[in-house]
């Protein structure tokens, strides 16, 4: 039991089963210690009872004994005979996690008031979280204390005493009571300062030219930021995803930045970062100008991944489990790349150009992508004027692809 809920379903006014405690498991062995409460009038302090459970299981079997529906043999306290005998020997890890979690049913039983009605689930609250959740309650003058604009330095540390607790059961039970102002109060709160950390860390970067930067400490920590670039529900899947390509001679494989799900259809979108001091446009060409080799070697890359993707799918993904299901519907490809604020006027119209002439590629920005999170800040401000990036100032995007 090193989950910190328990989980307690009455099988009487005065028994209940509880949450399994596991001693030890592995793929094809289960060792775990079945408790039962009980309502013992005449010795309180003994209330929890149970039994041993050790099963086995071939490799091949999908389920443990107890846990499939074909009949099985078991040997019981009741069905052995004279001369049988068994012994279970217990180890060091599984005589720790028996004693802890007897002290835990132990602890329930002497906080129940009798033994639930149903199903119930508890959850355990560290001693300060208790106190602190003791005094909301029951003084009201605390409570308004609290709200008041002098005691925010007093709120940020009662946060960080709430959120470090261990039992985030206990944390969502909490937010759960709230009233649907606070919980919003909360919510934009936190979701402000999200965006506020990432916009910051975005714009102070956007002269760092380090590629593993931005895959590493931009993009896989705040994984939401590169979901802004589509119109639909998506997540990260895979980061550095091999899509096929190698030859004979295991040379020349195709390794993909990041890939992202689409959570509804499970559709896939290949996507390539370079750096915001990647070049976009080259030298000028007659009236216009040619993409910088960066940019066109980028966007030939990332339709090569389309391309070995579809070619090699059945056998990249003939393994993966159910759940890990992907579709390849004629993937989006994205690139993630440069300034369009270095531009000007005829090198932007010249990008726009270019990059509006794909079908089913999207190329972006990096200050284009700031400039979402700020637009994102906008909508937790009611009371303040849309944000206005300096870096952003000269252009704004309007394409059905960017939804802003």
């Not at 010795?43 to 099985?72: H, I, M, W």
């Not at 590493?216 to 899947?237: D, G, H, M, R």
Request: glycine share 4%; charged share 25%; hydrophobic share 35%.
């Amino acid at each position: 039991m090193k989950e910190s809920c328990i989980d307690v379903v009455s099988r009487s006014a005065m028994t209940a089963d509880a949450t399994p405690v596991v001693l030890s498991s592995t793929e094809r062995f289960r060792f775990r210690f079945m408790p039962m409460l009980v309502d013992n009038q005449n010795n309180p302090e003994q209330s929890v009872r149970g039994k041993l459970l050790l099963e086995r299981k071939s490799k091949n079997e999908k389920y443990f004994p107890t846990d499939s529906v074909a009949p099985c043999e078991k040997v019981t306290r009741g069905s052995a005979k004279n001369g049988d005998w068994v012994e279970i020997e217990l180890h060091s890890e599984e005589t720790y996690n028996l004693f802890m979690g007897l002290k835990k049913l132990y602890d329930l039983s002497g906080c129940m008031n009798g033994i639930p009605f149903g199903s119930a689930r508890f959850a355990q609250i560290d001693s300060s979280f208790s106190s602190f959740l003791e005094v909301i309650q029951n003084d009201p003058s605390a409570a308004r204390m609290i709200g008041e604009p002098q005691n925010f330095e007093l709120i940020k540390i009662l946060l960080q005493l709430i959120t470090q607790t261990s039992s985030h059961e206990s944390l969502k039970n909490s937010l759960s009571s709230l009233a649907n102002e606070n919980l919003q109060a909360l919510t934009t709160s936190a979701s402000l300062e999200g965006l506020k950390r990432v916009e910051a860390l975005m714009r102070e970067n956007l002269d760092n030219g380090k590629e593993e930067f931005w895959q590493q400490k931009v993009f896989n920590e705040n994984q939401w930021v590169l979901a802004q670039i589509f119109s639909c529900p998506c997540t990260i899947y895979a980061q550095k995803a091999f899509v096929g390509g190698k030859s004979l001679d295991n040379k020349g494989g195709n390794v993909c930045d990041f890939i992202y799900r689409n959570k509804m259809t499970q559709n896939v979108a290949l996507i390539e970062i370079k750096t915001p001091c990647t070049e976009i446009v080259g030298k000028p060409y007659r009236e216009t100008y040619s993409m910088s080799l960066d940019m066109s070697g980028a966007v030939n890359q990332v339709l090569n991944y389309r391309d070995e993707l579809q070619k090699n799918f059945s056998t990249l993904t003939r393994d993966l489990e159910e759940a890990d299901t992907v579709r390849a519907f004629s993937p989006k490809c994205v690139v993630v790349i440069g300034k369009i604020s270095t531009l000007n006027a005829k090198q932007q119209k010249a990008f726009e150009l270019y990059r509006n002439s794909f079908n089913n590629l999207t190329i972006i920005t990096f200050d284009e992508l700031h400039q979402k999170i700020c637009d994102l800040m906008s909508v937790f401000k009611e009371d303040s004027p849309r944000p206005v990036d300096s870096l952003m100032d000269e252009f704004s995007i309007i394409d059905e692809d960017y939804p802003i």
